[in-house]
């Protein structure tokens, strides 16, 4: 009897555990009709609510029970499918989702990939997803999207004036802001004097904006990490897509090589305004005084070959090359700006089995610019540049359903060169510059463990170091963050992070100009700090359609860098003289509600928050406000989808004014001359004046054209629509009385754009 009874004890025990086992499903979501990987896909259990999102590759991991018999899949511009798991295809599923345009009744927006849920059952906190199918439903300025002007439209992120590519993060200056394609950093992310990006929305997969809970992989800035993920070329497919601009034209082809194996892609972008200037100048060029229009133009270049060697070996390659170039001649003057970043990537991954991957990638990156001028006989040459070298290794383990790990280590050698300066004629030649070479390292360890169905916590530790020839520099920066979900909808989210940033961008006063110097720390320049805590309130209601949050954090920054009034950039054999230091600091709150399902779809963002900076050899010791801080940011989108062909959508954004430093007085000398003087204006504080508010709308049609060989549609845009004439900068003005002399100076805004309308052909076969 006892014997029956343990018996029939362990059957139970059995049979119970058998029924709990866990089981991984592994698999691929692609395109049905391209076979196109799909990236950021969201894999889920419709029960719990519970899954995961596909990678880079399309693929992706989750841990279910063995009770569960279906999972969903949901994806943008994608009909969601629901999938049947069974003995026969748990082990590894190929999904293929069909284009909503393959079946027109069934069209849905969704503004984002993810699942309200899903964000707000993930630990990262301050993070913004933006696919590019997203984006160019969007109002684009020129016809032109732009990835980097969609972000400005999130809370806590500010542009850094009308029109450009800039941002500022949480109280951040813009070289606080690390940008990373496909690994490696770009230190200059835009085109035409900042209103257009170095992104091609044709070659970008999506971009993840950290502002906050910084990853511990990531270091070097201090206040955001951008990371964009470049398409990736199919090897099942040609396909060939483009579009045709008034200001700019672009292509993208994907050839597969080698049938399911090897592919390449190869995207371009180029701008001909230039192409027209020429011809009015030369159909000018004999009219007395007639002054040559500038001549610019632009293009990029993106490469990416991916390799499949076999289910668990991959390699890949990706490079960027883009330049701009200005040129203006006169009849004794002349000048040529150039300027652009150029990158390469080489990645292997491998997957030793479901629970642990390694990738290792080599990087080089570079960024330059050069001013050449010419005066008669002279010319004169000014400049900086950087390039780089890195390897990084990255290691993710799954120990089980509670632990995971990731940990890597990373090493990049810099090469700068530091205000070059040249003058040449028949009887000079000066030329000057530092060149300066330094090493960073970096090693890391994060450990996330779900402690329960309510706690979860993230927590990792990076070691950073900075090596150069007069001083080695060695530091922690620990992250911390937790989350506890109060119920299925609704979760509480904390976190607190530390960086370093070792190189440090010094701008000259003309902002329009792309004359960026990065100088490295070194004995007597310390590297900058920033410590940032954060704690948010995330919540998802009305049936999963609307996601909302807010947010609220602090963050100190130690060992800021500005750049003393008057400094001399070029042929200075010691620029480090020319910087102070001192400490700055920023608060504020971000709120954020979004529509993520149904024909109408947008979201509302508004920001309050505060930037100090704090120097003894500047404004007197007294704390000022930067420049970029604004008190109230507020941005809202809306996007509709009138019928299968038409979409609607729109911005309105409104911020209070950026501040400046005006001269609070002039004094004035007398030349040697009787009749010759000058007023020189006398700068008291520094940022005292605040410009006017900023705001404006912008308006866009997406019409999608009929045709059975080739999807294509027609993008028109309408950049600030009512033609609010928002101020770019101040100059002074001069007053003069009857007898034609200057008896004041007067600060006047000076405004960029007025209305702009823009049209796009976009094709796709």
């Not at 994907?254 to 009015?280: C, E, F, H, M, Q």
Request: glycine share 8%.
């Amino acid at each position: 009897m006892q014997r029956l009874f343990i018996t029939c004890i362990t059957v139970i025990v059995c049979i119970g555990v058998h029924a709990q086992k866990a089981i991984l499903l592994r698999g691929k979501v692609i395109d049905k009709i391209t076979n196109e990987s799909l990236a950021g896909a969201t894999i889920y259990i419709s029960t719990n609510e519970r899954g995961t999102t596909t990678n880079s590759a399309g693929e992706f991991e989750l841990n279910v029970n063995e009770s569960i018999t279906r999972i969903k899949v949901v994806y943008l511009g994608y009909r969601d499918t629901m999938i049947n798991i069974t003995n026969n295809n748990a082990s590894f599923l190929t999904i293929r989702l069909l284009p909503v345009y393959k079946n027109l009744s069934d069209i849905e927006i969704t503004s984002s990939r993810e699942n309200p849920k899903e964000k707000v059952n993930d630990i990262q906190m301050g993070m913004e997803k933006i696919s590019m199918a997203e984006a160019k439903l969007l109002p684009a300025i020129l016809g032109e999207v732009d990835i980097l002007k969609i972000l400005q439209l999130k809370p806590g992120v500010k542009s850094g004036g009308e029109g450009t590519a800039g941002f500022f993060v949480r109280g951040g200056s813009n070289d606080q802001n690390l940008i990373l394609v496909e690994h490696a950093p770009v230190y200059n992310p835009s085109h035409l004097f900042g209103f257009f990006s170095v992104f091609n929305s044709d070659a970008i997969s999506n971009v993840t904006l950290y502002k906050s809970g910084f990853p511990s992989q990531y270091g070097g800035r201090l206040s955001s990490v951008l990371d964009v993920e470049m398409r990736k070329g199919q090897a099942d497919s040609l396909e060939i897509r483009g579009g045709i601009g008034l200001l700019t034209s672009r292509l993208t082809v994907n050839l597969p090589l080698i049938k399911k194996k090897l592919s390449l892609l190869v995207s371009g972008r180029r701008t001909y305004a230039d192409l027209i200037t020429n011809i009015v100048n030369n159909s000018n060029k004999n009219t007395k005084d007639y002054t040559p229009i500038p001549s610019y133009f632009f293009y990029d270049l993106n490469l990416a070959m991916e390799y499949n060697i076999n289910e668990k070996n991959k390699l890949s390659l990706n490079g960027y090359y883009g330049k701009d170039l200005f040129k203006f001649r006169g009849e004794n003057f002349g000048s040529n700006l150039l300027w652009g970043n150029r990158s390469a990537t080489l990645e292997w991954t491998h997957k030793f089995n479901n629970r642990l991957n390694v990738s290792t990638a080599y990087f080089t990156s570079g960024y330059l610019y050069r001013i050449n001028s010419t005066f008669s006989e002279i010319s004169s040459s000014i400049g900086s540049r950087i390039w780089d070298h890195g390897l990084i290794n990255n290691w993710s383990y799954q120990i089980n359903d509670q632990h995971s790990l990731k940990f890597g280590l990373s090493s990049i050698y810099h090469r700068l060169t530091v205000g070059e300066f040249g003058i040449s004629s028949d009887f000079t030649d000066i030329a000057g510059g530092q060149k300066i070479e330094a090493g960073e390292l970096g090693a890391y360890l994060s450990h996330k463990w779900k402690i329960n169905n309510s706690w979860e916590v993230l927590s990792g530790l990076r070691n950073s170091t900075f090596i150069n020839k007069k001083k080695t520099f060695n530091n922690l920066e620990p992250r911390m963050a937790m989350k506890y979900n109060v119920n299925t909808t609704t979760s509480i989210k904390a976190s607190y992070a530390r960086m370093y940033q070792y190189l440090h961008l010094v701008s000259s006063s003309a902002a329009s100009l792309p004359t960026d110097v990065w100088y490295p720390s070194e004995e007597g320049i310390q590297p900058q700090r920033s410590d940032q805590v954060s704690l948010g309130l995330h919540h998802a209601f009305a049936q999963n359609k609307f996601y909302t949050y807010i947010e609220g954090y602090y963050k100190w920054i130690g060992n800021a860098i500005d750049f003393r009034d008057g400094a001399q950039l070029f042929a200075n054999p010691d620029l480090k003289n020319e910087f102070v230091f001192g400490k700055g600091w920023a608060y504020g709150v971000e709120a954020y509600i979004e529509k993520k399902k149904g024909r109408t779809t947008g979201w509302i963002g508004y920001t309050l928050s505060w930037a100090w900076r704090q120097f003894d050899k500047i404004n007197y010791g007294i704390a000022f406000h930067p420049r970029f801080d604004r008190r109230h940011d507020v941005s809202v989108v809306v996007m509709h989808k009138l019928n299968n062909r038409l979409s609607l959508s729109g911005t309105w954004v409104y911020s209070t004014g950026n501040f400046a430093t005006i001269a609070g007085g002039r004094f004035g000398f007398q030349d040697i001359l009787p009749n010759l003087g000058n007023a020189t204006p006398d700068y008291v504080r520094r940022n005292d004046f605040q410009m006017p508010p900023t705001h404006r709308m912008d308006l866009g049609i997406v019409w999608k054209l009929r045709s059975r060989k080739w999807d294509s549609d027609l993008t028109f845009s309408l950049y600030n629509v009512y033609s609010r004439r928002n101020p770019f900068f101040v100059f002074y003005d001069e007053i003069k009385n009857e007898a034609g002399q200057t008896t004041a100076h007067k600060p006047t805004l000076v405004s960029l754009f007025p209305i702009l309308p823009a049209v796009t052909y976009n094709f796709k076969f």
